[in-house]
Nanobody
Framework: QVQLVESGGGLAQPGGSLRLSCAAS????????MGWYRQAPGKKRELVAV???????NYANSVQGRFIISRDNAKNTTYLQMNSLKPEDTAVYYC?????????????????????WGQGTLVTVSS
């Protein structure tokens, strides 16, 4: 089993900052892309930012220049630094990771691709 645990959500004022973190644990062989998604009330889940294993990044137009995604492979963790927050950033933020997990088969093992989602952390931007 591979699990993602998010933290760092909470209440921020417009123009303020928050940093989200997402730590992966379990039988992980490697982690490829990691990303952050969000879902606001009444809206569909949307991609916020993604970072590849090669450290290339991509951002939604709505957060470009304000948010920064990063990762620490030694800790199996990705971060989302959110600056210049706006009320429209209010949403539940979900971490996502595309992993290669190790599956034991008797005394041997094999590798399996596994997409994992975190439980979500609420970010509220309000004065």
């Amino acid at each position: 089993q591979v699990q993602l645990v998010e933290s760092g959500g909470g209440l921020a004022q417009p123009g303020g900052s928050l940093r989200l973190s997402c730590a992966a644990s379990g039988s992980i062989f490697s982690i490829n892309d990691m990303g952050w998604y969000r879902q606001a009330p009444g809206k569909k889940r949307e991609l916020v930012a993604v970072i590849t294993s090669g450290r290339s990044t991509n951002y939604a137009n709505s957060v470009q220049g304000r948010f920064i995604i990063s990762r620490d492979n030694a800790k199996n963790t990705t971060y989302l630094q959110m600056n210049s927050l706006k009320p429209e950033d209010t949403a539940v933020y979900y971490c996502n990771a595309n992993t290669v997990t190790r599956i034991n088969v008797g005394t041997r093992w094999r590798l399996e691709f596994l997409e994992v989602w975190g439980q979500g952390t609420l970010v509220t931007v309000s004065s």
